[in-house]
């Protein structure tokens, strides 16, 4: 059939020069030329139409710049507008997010702060996520956990999603924080985050701390659980009942040793943009809640907590050599942490 056809059309094809009529048969393919141009010209425009709209609507939809006119100038570096692969901003997409990072020592109070912060709707602190040791083994590893972080794309408990206003971690100077401390500054100058340093100013209630939190992980004195954080004062009560002894020996080096990482820290860091924060400071007064949520450019709510403090009173009744330590840090540049105290 399809031969035939071929046939068919060779043989008129043929014939019709051998019937002389030309005229006819040149009418015939101009009209079947004018046809066929027709037909093209309109599959071709119809096609390039709709590619110039459906880019359009691509511009419109996912790459639509948010309105950053009203953010002061100085605001700029800071300010992001995330596009989290795991989720939708929606209605929030334009909210400015602001990246933050508190930086910290163990048994500092950053655990508290960090539910502080977290009980704020636009907030998201998610947490010592560089505790897990492959997550900070080299720069790039840091790089891409900080990036998924600040795009909003690591889902912790912590996470508010679509209207964050300001995202961060806890990290604490030893968890390689110090050692890629050249490669993390840049990281931070060039993306706009802000440090928020959180210390204790009487070091050796943090030793105590320690001592105390270190000894109850294997000793788990609340009905075999070992806990760094309570919500009960019964709890705190049966954790601070553990009285550590502390090596006089070394009692010295160790609080020098902690100075001066906290000092070298602030040196380091001290072009980034940031605040300094003492945790007893907050506890005195937590006007300096308001100072953080300022810093953090989010507005002003009341910030609560369900942790308790678990040493609380003076120093001495929570160690078991008293006299000890007080013989050695009298007449030390340490002196003054034996009697400050704070009521809560
Ligand atoms: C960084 O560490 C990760 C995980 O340990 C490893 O897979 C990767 O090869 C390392 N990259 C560099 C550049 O060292
Ligand atoms: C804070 O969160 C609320 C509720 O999700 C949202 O309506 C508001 O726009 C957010 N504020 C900022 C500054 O992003
Ligand atoms: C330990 O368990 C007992 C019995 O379940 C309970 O009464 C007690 O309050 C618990 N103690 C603590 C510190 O959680
Ligand atoms: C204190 O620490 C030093 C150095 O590690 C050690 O030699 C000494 O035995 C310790 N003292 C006590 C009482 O544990
Ligand atoms: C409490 O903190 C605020 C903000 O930092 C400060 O202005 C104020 O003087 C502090 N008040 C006291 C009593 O220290």
């Not at 094809?13 to 141009?37: E, S, T, Y």
């Not at 050796?204 to 320690?210: A, C, N, Q, T």
């Not at 810093?295 to 403090?309: A, G, H, T, Y």
């Amino acid at each position: 059939m399809a031969d035939d056809l071929c046939l068919f059309a060779k043989d008129s094809l043929n014939l019709k020069p051998q019937k002389k009529n030309p005229l006819v048969l040149r009418m015939v393919v101009l009209i079947f030329a004018m046809v066929c141009g027709v037909y093209i010209c309109s599959v071709c425009l119809k096609q390039i139409g709709g590619k110039t709209t459906e880019r359009l609507l691509n511009v419109q939809v996912l790459e639509r710049p948010c309105d950053a006119t009203n953010i002061e100038p100085s605001e700029k570096p800071y300010v992001h507008f995330p596009k989290p692969k795991t989720f939708s901003r929606d209605e929030c997409a334009c909210n400015p997010v602001r990246y933050f990072a508190i930086l910290s020592t163990q048994r500092s109070g950053s655990g508290w702060f960090e539910t502080l912060l977290n009980s704020h709707i636009n907030i998201s602190s998610n947490g010592e996520i560089f505790s897990v040791k492959v997550r900070r083994s080299n720069m790039s590893t840091i790089v891409e956990t900080l990036d998924k972080l600040y795009n909003l794309d690591w889902l912790t408990s912590a996470s508010k999603n679509e209207c964050t206003a300001a995202v961060g971690l806890k990290w604490m100077l030893n968890q390689g924080l110090i050692q890629h401390h050249k490669e993390i500054i840049e990281y931070f100058n060039a993306k706009g985050v802000s440090a928020i340093f959180l210390f204790r100013r009487n070091l050796l209630r943090r030793m105590v701390s320690i001592l105390a939190n270190s000894y109850d992980q294997n000793a788990k004195l609340l009905n075999g659980t070992h806990k760094s954080h309570v919500h009960s004062p019964h709890e705190a009560a049966i954790l601070a009942s553990y009285k550590p002894t502390l090596n006089t020996t070394l009692l010295i080096p160790n609080l020098k040793q902690v100075d001066d990482l906290v000092t070298k820290s602030l040196e380091y860091f001290k072009s980034t943009r940031h605040i300094i924060l003492y945790y007893e400071d907050i506890i005195k007064n937590r006007t300096k809640l308001v100072d953080v949520q300022d810093f953090l450019r989010v507005p002003q709510r009341d910030l609560n907590s369900r942790q308790v403090k678990i040493h609380k009173g003076s120093l001495s009744s929570q160690v078991d050599n008293w006299e000890d330590i007080k013989k050695t840090l009298k007449g030390t540049h340490y002196e003054s942490f034996l009697y400050e105290d704070y009521k809560l």
